[in-house]
């Protein structure tokens, strides 16, 4: 199948700070991309659409101005964790479709301190 | 997308086939049912989809029933390696458009296969 890549893997940061994560589709063009969130011992939650070329759209509850989603390219998308609190630490995962089947990332672990 | 319901655990020997079952009474004429499953920590792993027809990859089968209602994935000889929580799943393209990423995880079936 195949392939999405996520980097990094794993980040702490301090609170307050920015934290940048990419998501990449790595042998084929991606003009969406989904970004999901799991806390846990709980499901994942989409977050947000991440539209190639226009804005992304957001899920309900989800603030646009503290996930800034950037997707300048067929191949990447950009989460980007604004003045990141303890709350938000979690597991942040993307997915890629092509055709009518979805690839996911490996994830990554952020956690805020 | 249609809401799924699931065991939430089931138990399994290993070598044995694992029968891991969904509902989906409320599914559309156009959405899949996508099977993903989740290792702890790792991002899901796509398994296999389908629509109307059964469905047969190298990694398990998905018997989907006549009225589309349910479905049953099987994975024929299960290892412990296929311990994980499974996510039955039914989607549909993107609001009209081609992309089928937008995915309704419900708690899924944690799956364990023990020796």
């Known amino acids: 199948g195949a392939v999405v890549s996520q980097h990094p893997s794993r980040v702490i940061c301090k609170s307050g700070t920015s934290v940048k994560i990419e998501c990449r589709s790595l042998?084929?063009?991606?003009?969406?991309m989904f970004w999901y969130r799991q806390f846990p011992k709980q499901s994942l939650m989409l977050m947000a659409t991440?539209?190639?070329?226009?804005?992304?759209?957001?899920e309900q509850g989800v603030e646009k101005d503290k996930f800034l989603i950037n997707h300048a390219s067929l191949t990447l998308s950009t989460l980007t964790v604004t003045s990141a609190h303890p709350e938000d630490s979690s597991f942040y995962i993307c997915?890629?479709?092509?055709?009518?089947?979805?690839?996911f990332g490996q994830g990554t672990r952020l956690t805020v301190v | 997308d249609a809401k799924t319901t699931q065991p939430p655990s089931m138990d399994c020997a290993e070598g044995r086939a694992a029968n891991l079952p969904c509902n989906h009474s409320?599914?559309?004429?156009?959405?899949?049912v996508y099977w993903y499953r989740q290792i702890h920590s790792q991002g899901p792993q796509y398994i296999i989809h389908?629509?109307?027809n059964n469905e047969t990859n190298e990694m398990a089968s998905l018997i989907i029933t006549e009225d589309r209602k349910s479905s049953t994935l099987i994975l024929p000889h299960a290892t412990l390696r296929d311990t994980a929580v499974y996510y039955c799943?039914?989607?549909?393209?993107?609001?009209?458009?081609?992309?089928?990423?937008?995915?309704?995880f419900g708690q899924g079936t944690i799956l364990t296969v023990h020796p």
């Open positions: 997915s890629a479709s092509q055709g009518t089947e979805a690839f």
């Open positions: 042998d084929f063009q991606a003009t969406t």
């Open positions: 991440s539209n190639e070329g226009s804005k992304a759209t957001y």
């Open positions: 409320t599914i559309s004429g156009n959405e899949y």
């Open positions: 389908g629509l109307k």
């Open positions: 799943i039914a989607g549909s393209n993107n609001a009209g458009g081609t992309s089928y990423g937008k995915l309704t």
